[in-house]
């Protein structure tokens, strides 16, 4: 029982060693990364969540980095 084990342990590495790649595979030879459009930038949407545990009335260490962070942008119209 012991030899069936080990011969099933080795197979199913080899099986998962034989499927893996090193290299990207792609669906085409022309395959280009798109870039972004030459636009400029309307609105800057923000999303925090679990910044850390902060105190009644206070602020975390990473809320007040956000806060730094947000005053040095020009954030009028932004959904901040």
């Keep these: 029982m012991k030899i069936?084990?080990?011969?099933?342990i080795?197979?199913?590495t080899f099986i998962?060693?034989?499927c893996a790649t090193y290299a990207p595979q792609y669906d085409d030879d022309n395959h280009?990364?798109?870039?972004?459009?030459?636009?400029?930038?309307d609105k800057t949407f923000y999303l925090v969540g679990?910044?850390?545990k902060s105190p009644i009335g206070g602020m975390s260490g990473?809320?007040?980095?956000?806060n730094?962070?947000?005053?040095?942008k020009e954030t009028k119209g932004d959904y901040t």
């Design 62 to 66: 990473a809320l007040k980095a956000f």
């Design 16 to 18: 998962f060693t034989a």
């Design 32 to 41: 280009k990364a798109v870039g972004f459009p030459d636009k400029e930038i």
């Design 10 to 12: 080795l197979l199913i």
């Design 50 to 52: 679990d910044a850390g």
């Design 68 to 72: 730094n962070y947000v005053a040095t």
């Design 4 to 8: 069936f084990k080990s011969l099933y």
